[in-house]
């Protein structure tokens, strides 16, 4: 093993590769917001985007010259090398990265050999030669260039004199860091490990050498780690993992690894805690939800089920952590289930940092009891739960009182020709409320019934309360808990939601599947304004 660096650069990649995951559309503003947070967390290169390829990006660009203040990162364009038998200083893809006006480039470059004769149909010799004239252009520029060798380590596996040839010209041509990619994410940590020692030892001390490995094999993570020990000095990923396929190396989980396991550097002094809050950030950016079993900076990462050994884990956290979780933003939450005793409830309530006296504990665990027989389920349904313990105290909401509401599904169309689906069909819903001894009551349209009463909700409440306009649903999910009845079986609402820095989860349960989804939407919003009001 060679010595492990004393400081790894962290390449972040969302905007570009992340933003090839399908399901993600991201528009210009949305890439400016993700762009701050990477900046707010600290990584040194965010990857923007490619200019010439798609408008959206040369728009990116150019809002960020005047829209985008980093602080502690460099923008990087990304691009292509010149085309084969053409010309440095006529190729468009390169003029577009020049355009970009980036004080850094990426530059992608072929070198497997396969890719060269059969892709590109041109010759090896040729093959180098795009790369090494497109960098040297570029050096003469006065940018600072990154070169991703693409499939590199497929390349170096079928023709290794080949790779190494491409990495050579791209170091002679003056790049600053050549980037080992495994674009097809076949590559497993050991084989990775070894064939970056291999360029290390091949290409010197000169040249940073850095990794890009996509997670098609589940070893995206692994192999960063591998090759870091292997002697490169920069990782690039993505936040959340977000890539093409299974994804690219995941930030949120390889920074921590480098930093708390193998004390390596990496983001600057005291910015790990910002992990967790810039990982939700970012998945609400780019509008799915996080995964909950996300290491270090998902909602289950520091989750303990009560059971036997919950009140030795409030005694003695770090036997049963493998990290502080405040150390990466994140929390340890007790997660209570039917089978929650008192002690169970009694430390949740310390976790909360609410005063329940024995009796009111008592009454918690008779009620709990008692709705999950009903069909709650308050083990997912975090927010719920807390808000059932502070109403235990005697705490009551006041933010906003419902008199009553009316929702109505219509299908408004005209009678169609047979065979064809109606399209007319809308909701309406009606809401009347009591902020204070203000009455207030409105009417909104939506998508479905709890689209509609929650935009009725904010409509009656008419920017009273700033916290909600952050405030929004990302998920729902309806269950009907007896199959056996059918439509008259009873429903369990949850209702994911966040506010950027948060997410939480709220339930709602009835025969009658708006009452369960209202029960759910007024706990998200009353939790929402709750956190926002705790946190000031
Ligand atoms: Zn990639």
């Known amino acids: 093993?060679?010595?492990?660096?004393?400081?790894?650069?962290?390449?972040?990649?969302?905007?570009?590769?992340?933003?090839?995951?399908?399901?993600?559309?991201?528009?210009?503003?949305?890439?400016?917001?993700?762009?701050?947070?990477?900046?707010?967390?600290?990584?040194?290169?965010?990857?923007?985007?490619?200019?010439?390829?798609?408008?959206?990006?040369?728009?990116?660009?150019a809002r960020a010259r005047t829209e985008l203040h980093l602080d502690t990162s460099t923008l990087v364009a990304f691009g292509m090398t010149r085309r084969a038998k053409g010309k440095v200083d006529s190729d468009d893809t390169l003029r577009h990265l020049v355009e970009a006006g980036t004080g850094t480039v990426c530059l992608v470059g072929?070198?497997?050999?396969?890719?060269?004769?059969?892709?590109?149909?041109t010759t090896l010799d040729e093959g180098v030669l795009m790369v090494s004239d497109s960098i040297a252009y570029l050096k003469d520029l006065g940018r600072e260039v990154l070169f991703d060798a693409e499939h590199f380590f497929d390349g170096f596996k079928a023709n290794p004199e080949f790779s190494l040839r491409v990495l050579e010209g791209a170091a002679q041509a003056g790049a600053d860091w050549l980037v080992l990619c495994d674009t097809n994410g076949g590559s497993l940590p050991f084989d990775v490990e070894a064939a970056v020692r291999d360029v290390v030892q091949y290409v010197g001390s000169d040249v940073g050498i850095g990794v890009h490995l996509h997670?098609?094999?589940?070893?995206?993570?692994?192999?960063?780690?591998?090759?870091?020990?292997?002697?490169?000095?920069?990782?690039?990923?993505?936040?959340?993992?977000?890539?093409?396929?299974?994804?690219?190396?995941?930030?949120?989980?390889?920074?921590?690894?480098?930093?708390?396991?193998?004390?390596?550097?990496?983001?600057?002094?005291?910015?790990?805690?910002?992990?967790?809050?810039?990982?939700?950030?970012v998945a609400e950016l780019v509008n799915m939800s996080l995964n909950p079993q996300a290491p270090y900076v998902g909602t289950s990462a520091f989750a303990h089920k009560a059971g036997l050994h919950v009140s030795a884990i409030a005694k003695r956290p770090d036997a049963y952590e493998h990290v502080r979780p405040d150390s990466v933003g994140n929390g340890t939450r007790?997660?209570?289930?039917?089978?929650?005793?008192?002690?169970?409830?009694?430390?949740?309530?310390?976790?909360?940092?609410l005063?329940?006296?024995?009796?009111?504990?008592?009454?918690?665990?008779?009620?709990?009891?008692?709705?999950?027989?009903?069909?709650?389920?308050?083990?997912?349904?975090?927010?719920?739960?807390?808000?059932?313990?502070?109403?235990?105290?005697?705490?009551?909401?006041?933010?906003?009182?419902?008199?009553?509401?009316?929702?109505?599904?219509?299908?408004?169309?005209?009678?169609?020709?047979?065979?064809?689906?109606?399209?007319?069909?809308?909701t309406e819903a009606t809401i009347k409320v009591w902020v204070g001894d203000e009455r207030a009551i409105a009417t909104a349209e939506g998508n479905g019934p709890v689209n509609a009463l929650d935009l009725a909700l904010r409509t009656a409440l008419d920017g009273r309360f700033p916290a909600l306009a952050r405030l929004h649903l990302t998920d729902y999910k309806v269950r009907v808990l007896d199959t056996q009845k059918g439509t008259g079986a009873i429903t369990r609402v949850l209702l994911d939601s966040t506010d950027g820095e948060e997410s939480w989860t709220t339930i709602g349960v009835s025969e009658n599947i708006i009452e369960a989804s209202w029960q759910a939407l007024a706990d998200s919003i009353v939790y929402g304004l709750l956190r926002a009001e705790i946190r000031g």
């Open 110 to 121: 072929k070198c497997w050999d396969y890719h060269v004769l059969e892709a590109l149909g």
């Open 1 to 61: 093993m060679s010595e492990l660096p004393d400081k790894v650069t962290i390449y972040d990649t969302t905007l570009r590769d992340g933003s090839q995951l399908e399901g993600i559309s991201l528009t210009v503003d949305d890439k400016l917001r993700i762009a701050e947070q990477l900046d707010y967390l600290g990584v040194d290169y965010i990857e923007a985007g490619w200019p010439g390829a798609n408008p959206k990006d040369d728009e990116l660009f």
């Open 334 to 353: 007790f997660v209570l289930s039917e089978l929650a005793g008192r002690s169970t409830i009694q430390l949740k309530a310390t976790e909360l940092g």
């Open 215 to 281: 997670d098609d094999t589940g070893c995206g993570v692994a192999n960063a780690l591998a090759g870091v020990r292997g002697g490169a000095t920069q990782v690039q990923g993505t936040i959340n993992g977000y890539g093409e396929r299974t994804g690219n190396c995941n930030l949120t989980t390889i920074i921590p690894n480098l930093t708390m396991k193998m004390g390596i550097e990496t983001l600057p002094e005291g910015r790990l805690d910002r992990l967790t809050p810039v990982a939700h950030h």
């Open 355 to 426: 005063d329940l006296d024995g009796q009111a504990v008592n009454d918690v665990v008779d009620t709990l009891k008692h709705l999950e027989h009903e069909g709650y389920h308050f083990e997912v349904a975090d927010a719920s739960l807390e808000l059932l313990m502070r109403r235990a105290t005697g705490w009551e909401p006041n933010w906003f009182r419902v008199e009553s509401f009316r929702v109505i599904t219509d299908d408004a169309s005209p009678l169609t020709s047979a065979g064809e689906a109606p399209d007319g069909v809308t």
